[in-house]
């Protein structure tokens, strides 16, 4: 009985997770600026302050702006 209500209790998880996903499709940018991205962490001790400066880029050209930089 036991094995029975724990095989109920996974096949009912097993079911709920398969039916929750949905796609998202976002929806397309077409204007073209170009954003300033800034990414990094201040450290106020004495380790290295380190920080990454990238431009945004339409998906459709991210092969050749890797290249780019």
Request: net charge positive; with cysteine.
């Amino acid at each position: 009985m036991k094995n029975r209500n724990i095989l109920f209790v996974f096949i009912f998880i097993a079911i709920s997770a398969v039916n929750c996903k949905q796609v998202y499709n976002p929806p397309e940018v077409n204007n073209s600026i170009n954003w300033l991205v800034v990414e990094g962490t201040i450290n106020t001790g004495a380790d290295s302050t380190i920080f990454k400066l990238s431009r945004t880029v339409k998906i459709d050209q991210l092969n050749n702006a890797f290249w780019q930089y």
